[in-house]
């Protein structure tokens, strides 16, 4: 199993997900809004707009948990759909995931997704 996180624009959501739902057997993801800036986020904005009232750009976090072989495709639809060419299009992390556990059935592993 692997988990994926993806960091995207809001305005791309809609079309990420309608894609992920075209992947066969889709587990499905949790979205959270969140804000951050990335590595380039300085040069864009000036020191002056520096400050504890600045507002970092809103962002959408996904994460979905999958089987080892969606992994290539649901990453592929995730970068095809949330890129503009533009800073600040996201990031997208994978990593393993040792266990799952389905809290309604006691499913476990694989089966849990």
């Known amino acids: 199993m692997k988990r994926i996180i993806a960091i995207i624009k809001p305005n ?4 990420v997900i ?3 739902h075209q992947v066969k057997d889709f587990p499905g993801a949790t979205m959270t809004d969140v804000r951050g800036m990335g590595r380039g986020f300085h040069r864009h904005v000036k ?14 976090r ?3 948990v999958c089987l080892d ?3 290539d495709e649901i990453v592929t639809n995730i970068e095809k759909n949330a890129r503009t060419g ?5 990031k997208i992390f ?17 089966d849990a997704i």
């Open 94 to 110: 994978t990593s393993p995931v040792d266990g799952a556990i389905r809290i309604s059935t006691g499913q476990h592993g694989d």
């Open 62 to 64: 996904i994460e979905i």
């Open 18 to 20: 309608f894609t992920l």
């Open 47 to 60: 020191e002056s707009q520096l400050s504890p009232s600045f507002g970092y750009p809103a962002q959408v």
């Open 86 to 90: 533009k800073p600040g299009d996201g």
């Open 69 to 71: 072989d969606q992994v």
């Open 12 to 15: 791309m959501l809609d079309d």
